[in-house]
């Protein structure tokens, strides 16, 4: 029990971490600019403009004050350290899909204004752990889905183009990417366990795979 426990403590620090490392730099940034009076949000995605092709990469790093900032810290690390947590390594391709893909989408299809926030990976995450877990049909998963929507429902008005202030967009197209990885690595991180009946001499024989504990009968 002690090593379980001591397990399931070091595989959250070791999701954590890259998240957590992630927010402290979003912090950074900010404080830079607001220390040194240097605007960023130049640095943000333009839509169709050759300058703005680099917001794709450092859109999410940049926010238009701390009340912004602040807003996206606690959802980010949240559905980040799950992401991590639930499918290893796996999340780095996630997070790259969301952020290259709801970056470039924003750059063809938005509007012309600068598109600055982690928003966009908040939505593509949430989307992405949803959809999986109802993909999988996984009572583990589809717990994290259900947990995704009773406390995160309420982005979906974040999709709608209701706030002009708001960048729907990236919200709209990173949640799509998060669903097109979804689809794309359905058989890939946590899966239900598959058992398979062994037509043995007494009918009661099993065969479980690794994920299961140890074999039991069938009492008729």
């Known amino acids: 029990m002690k ?11 070791l999701s954590l971490q890259p998240v957590l490392i992630f927010a402290i730099c979003l912090w950074v ?3 830079f600019e607001f220390l040194s009076g240097v605007p960023l949000g130049m640095l943000g995605n ?11 990469i450092l859109s999410p790093f940049l926010h238009a004050d701390f009340r912004h900032l602040m807003s996206n810290t606690i959802p980010l690390l ?13 999340a780095y391709v996630v997070v790259g899909i969301i952020w290259l893909g709801g970056g470039v989408l924003v750059w063809m299809m938005a509007r ?11 939505y593509g995450l949430a989307s992405f752990l949803f959809f999986s877990g109802i993909r999988k049909r996984y009572s583990p998963m589809l717990g994290v889905s259900m947990l995704v929507i009773l406390f995160y429902g309420g982005m979906i008005w974040g999709l709608l183009p209701i706030d002009s202030s708001m960048s729907w967009e990236y919200h709209l197209f990173s949640a799509l990417m998060g669903f097109i990885s979804a689809i794309i690595f359905q058989h890939q991180g946590p899966q239900a366990p598959v058992i398979i009946l062994s037509e043995g001499p007494e009918h009661n024989d099993w065969e479980i795979n690794k994920d299961l504990p140890p074999p039991f009968k069938w009492d008729e």
Request: aromatic residues 16%; glycine residues 12%.
């Open 78 to 90: 949240v559905l980040g350290t799950a992401t991590f947590y639930f499918y290893k390594n796996l």
């Open 46 to 56: 333009h839509p169709r403009t050759v300058e703005g092709l680099k917001g794709i």
């Open 29 to 31: 940034i900010k404080l």
């Open 112 to 122: 012309g204004n600068y598109h600055i926030g982690a928003s966009g990976l908040i």
């Open 3 to 13: 090593n379980d426990v001591k397990y399931e403590l070091s595989s959250f620090w």
